[in-house]
DNA sequence: GGCAGTCATGGAAACGTTTCCACGGAGGAC
DNA sequence: GTCCTCCGTGGAAACGTTTCCATGACTGCC
């Protein structure tokens, strides 16, 4: 592999001159400028990047740890996060925690001996003392999609109240009194936030309190099935059922479909979380749409603000509904058009400075 | 951030003997490895991957360059390579081509930039003289999923030929003739190995050779919603359809639910990569299963082999195929039992030397 | 008791960059 | 014509490791 030195033999300069033309930072001759490029070129020269950081002490690598790679919100927002670190200059190493707080602590381990420039994470929340020691080190770090009470970084999640009052509001538009809830985690942000919504505006609207309608999952699908299955075991007669989360409305579909008294429409879905699915079962599922790759890009943006000197701010970004009430799956009509645009995955290289919709 | 001559200071020893202790390679007085480890536990020392990288130029960091991380296929592969390497002692930077050559080209020269040990990469094909480059170069490399005619790569993949003989055996079982094939790009082999697979199989079985039966795609959904509307549009009429990849039977179930004169029911839909929601659709959606896990697991063991001087083969891995004609979505019966094992997604942290199905 | 061999250690070189410092030359102002 | 300034360059130091080499002490054997 071909070094610098190599470089400025070749094209008759300095080693120093070498490095100034190829990393543009000093002032340097037309003439320099052209031997030096030449010469890489033809040598295929490629910086070393362990020797760039270590001297530097930047490596122009990003960490982002997602709680769950397979979870469809994790990887729209990884996805969205790499394209926009990428259009700064920067790399992203993707970690996967798997819902599991050892496995974090592996790789902040990793992270911190990398020397990334910044970490986006999706806490696990469990473990407030190693984040503290995080943020206490000096590394840029941002939270999305989960804040973690007692210790404040800044934060770029979901309106989470909002996308559940709208879900509701629509639940109780069509006549359901008896909703049933499916939450998260009470230990993560997103688990207690969404809960604590939706009894404060069950309450609000007036809807059944019946304990028996609460159940909670891990945001695993497995933990979807078993949490709907215990509220139906419980006596509790719900005629709908509200899913905090895409992968777990996947586990209630199938409890429910699993469930011989009541057919997959006798109980209506609805989830936060729109998957790319929802329209094609029968009935579809209506769907609070929840905005990774705006949660992404701005998780991106702010943390590249922080390492750059710049301040940066948390930020809610907003959530909107997904009414799929008049789609039939499976037979003709008017929904065809509608459906069409289900399965086209939108992705606007352009559109990134002020995304969607984002509030203070 | 401590270094390891702080941590020698502490201790009382030479910066030597603190390297030898810490990463344990030499032999070392069972004094000195206390008082290093005291010293490099007080000061929270964590070594500097930059530093220890360039010295020994090896990074412990493998690249894992997917076409594209939203396609539940890749993100269960990328998930499976992570827990691997991570299980070997290397890391996964991931990266996304987004089925674009362009992109690719760019996290090949920031993958070289970076040194990293080892790539695992799903290629898009096109980029022949690049990937040529990049195999000269000496990187330890490796394919998934697909590979790439005229290079010699180690590669694991599926057996596109005997999932699609699944697939196709057990359609003319059903009593079908008329099956239409929504392919993938012919450049990709996976695009062309499944297409030349449908014909040898469908002419073996004798089944229709109406050429308007036959479409391609991109491996995105909305090619899927394309290219079934296309066979729809030509006259033809059959009575299933296989398509090559998940996300594209995702776009073909949405072509089929907007077509006015055919139900989602009328038409019956084979896929190549089995999807989790694919039962609770109706009728519900058979399946070839496509071994994510496995090929991330074996791309990753392949190509730790190379890293470390052992010899590494290609291998293809086995397809079996999931039967989901008794099952009926929506309603009760005995397919209940069968639909709860669909959402657990099976992650066995033990099972790893020699996974589910593999042959030469 | 002396000598060879082993073993832990300290010191220093090396990895490939970037960047500081000093220097020489060109150009402008007087 | 001289002095000052500015600009481009070469040389060298520094980043934090690992590893080579030499040295000194200790063990064990004859």
């Known amino acids: 592999m071909a070094t610098i030195k190599d470089v400025a033999a070749l094209a008759g300069v300095s080693l120093g001159t070498a490095s100034r033309v190829l990393s543009g930072s000093s002032q340097t001759s037309p003439d320099s400028r052209a031997r030096v490029t030449a010469a890489a070129e033809q040598l295929k020269y490629i910086a070393n ?5 270590l001297r530097r002490s930047r490596t122009e690598v990003l960490g982002l740890l997602v709680s769950d790679i397979r979870n469809p919100f994790f990887s729209e927002l990884a996805h969205a996060a790499e394209r926009e670190a990428q259009r700064r200059g920067y790399t992203v190493l993707l970690a996967n925690a798997d819902e599991d707080a050892a496995q974090e602590a592996a790789y902040l381990r990793t992270f911190a001996s990398q020397r990334i420039d910044g970490l986006l994470i999706a806490p696990q929340g469990s473990d407030l003392t190693r984040l503290q020691a995080v943020r206490d080190s000096g590394l840029p770090l941002v939270f999305v999609d989960r804040s973690v009470d007692g210790i404040d970084v800044p934060t770029i999640s979901t309106d989470n109240a909002d996308g559940v009052r709208r879900a509701l509001t629509w639940l109780h538009g069509r006549g359901h009194r008896e909703v049933a809830f499916v939450g998260g985690p009470p230990g993560i942000s997103t688990g207690s936030e969404r809960r604590a919504a939706f009894l404060q505006i069950r309450d609000e609207l ?11 999952g891990d945001f695993r699908a497995e933990s979807g099935v078993e949490a709907m299955r215990a ?47 929802f329209s094609l079962v029968s009935p579809p599922i209506s769907a609070v749409r929840n905005d990774a790759t705006a949660i992404g890009r701005l998780g991106v943006g702010a943390l590249v603000d922080i390492i750059e000197g710049r301040p940066a701010a948390s930020r809610r970004v907003e959530t909107s509904f997904v009414d799929r009430s008049g789609e039939a799956a499976g037979s003709a009509g008017s929904a065809g058009s509608a459906a069409s645009s289900d399965a086209a995955a939108s992705d606007d290289p352009a559109a990134s400075d002020d995304p969607a919709g984002a509030g203070a």
Chains 1, 2 share one sequence.
């Open 49 to 53: 990047g362990p020797a760039r950081s």
């Open 206 to 216: 007036g809807l059944s309190a019946d304990p028996r309608l609460l159940a909670h």
């Open 231 to 277: 509220v139906l075991a419980s006596g509790a007669r719900p005629t709908a059922v509200l899913s905090a989360d895409g992968l777990m409305t996947l586990g209630v579909a199938h409890a429910l479909r699993e469930e011989p008294a009541r057919s997959l429409g006798a109980i209506e879905i609805v989830s936060f979380d729109d998957l790319d699915w």
